[in-house]
């Protein structure tokens, strides 16, 4: 029976399921879930992401770690952990970059954090020595940590709301009349809502995972010192909206037609995932775009140092920056935030923000 059928009859037998839940069916089923059987990541893929773009990403994060890890003193042993590592492109660039400095390799255990079977396949061909887990909790936290998660957040789900007649009602997936999959809201109102206010048909969206990932990340930061970068396409400010976005072949398509078969992402929430990290008593960085960031960490100055030494490549790595920094590209729209320990870690390229709570 395809997923499309199993969703459809356990929402006949249970009722309506929430928006998060769906996406969660569809990402993660372990027989026809995305991640579970496509990992169609690139170019003839589903959608492409900016270190399959440029090998500068990757490096210049690469050397953001290495800088990270003398912060923390050179410790002799810690974690390189990459949550969700695609095809195994950036923690390849990451471990190219950062054999400027040799003890820095020597010192760093990989750690891939994959619940996709065939994607961890791909990353092992390219990084042989990674060990692999399913899970986020599972993250070792003997020694110090220095984590990285691209495009990771997008995949956890998010619950929305609908303000109709001055109450929220969760948006949830159901049944029409003749039994196809569609959009409906709850009778009830619900009572789990943060912005008291909101006009009629706006949509506002929660993700109890990203947050979770935050408060995980955090507890295993606090115990075990060290920096977790997040960058993802998302908001900096909160605000509503319906985010939920399906792809294939890098066309958008109605997120219920094809369950298992499209990606389904949400924005990442990056004001919530901050805010949880500060309740957990981790630093949590400044938000900012991904355009400010590769520019503080110098991306027009490789892009010159790379162009000189390949001339005949120059045109081609001059378009790759531009997708990832100009503001009609992936610039704008895509944002980083750090959470840390020590509170008073040094981060490269990243202030400390203020705490909210
Ligand atoms: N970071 C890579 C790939 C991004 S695609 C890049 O920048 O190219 C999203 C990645 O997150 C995939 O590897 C996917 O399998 C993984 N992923 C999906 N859901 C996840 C979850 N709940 N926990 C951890 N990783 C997840």
Not at 56 to 62: D, R, S, T, V, W
């Amino acid at each position: 029976m395809s997923l499309k059928d199993r969703l459809k009859r356990d929402i006949a037998q249970d009722g309506p399921m929430t928006v998060a839940d769906y996406m969660w069916r569809c990402l993660l089923d372990p027989k026809d879930g995305y991640y579970s059987t496509r990992p169609a990541l690139g170019a003839d893929g589903d959608f492409i992401t900016a270190p399959m773009i440029s090998q500068i990403f990757g490096e210049l994060i690469g050397l953001w770690c290495v800088q990270v890890w003398q912060d923390l003193g050179s410790p002799e042993r810690f974690h390189l952990v990459e949550i969700g590592p695609g095809d195994g492109t950036l923690i390849s660039d990451i471990l190219r970059a950062g054999r400027v400095v040799p003890d820095f390799v020597t010192a760093a255990n990989i750690v891939l954090v994959e619940p996709s079977l065939p994607l961890r396949a791909m990353q092992s061909a390219r990084v042989p020595h990674a060990a692999h887990l399913g899970d986020i909790a599972d993250i070792p936290v003997d020694v110090p940590l220095i984590i990285i998660a691209n495009e990771v957040l997008d995949c956890l789900p998010a619950r929305q709301f609908i303000r109709r007649e001055s109450k929220w009602h969760e948006r949830r997936v159901g049944l029409d009349d003749s039994g196809e999959l569609i959009f409906g809201l709850s009778d009830a109102p619900s009572d789990f809502m943060p912005p008291p206010n909101g006009e009629e048909g706006q949509i506002y969206e929660i993700s109890p995972a990203q947050r979770l990932m935050a408060q995980i990340l955090s507890d295993k930061l606090k115990t075990a010192t060290g920096a977790a970068l997040l960058i993802d396409y998302g908001r900096d400010a909160p605000g509503s909206g319906d985010t939920l976005q399906a792809l294939y072949r890098h066309q958008k398509f109605d997120p219920l037609d094809a369950p298992g078969e499209h990606d389904l992402t949400v924005w990442a929430d990056f004001p919530s995932v901050a805010a949880t990290a500060q309740r957990a008593g981790v630093a949590a960085s400044e938000i900012i775009t991904q355009s400010v960031f590769l520019q503080r960490l110098g991306i027009v100055a490789r892009l010159e140092a790379l162009s000189a030494k390949n001339p005949d490549r120059a045109e081609v790595l001059s378009r790759q920056v531009e997708r990832l920094i100009a503001p009609e590209h992936m610039g704008e729209l895509f944002k980083v935030l750090c959470l840390s320990f020590p509170k008073d870690l040094t981060l490269p390229a990243l202030e400390h923000s203020k705490p909210t709570a």
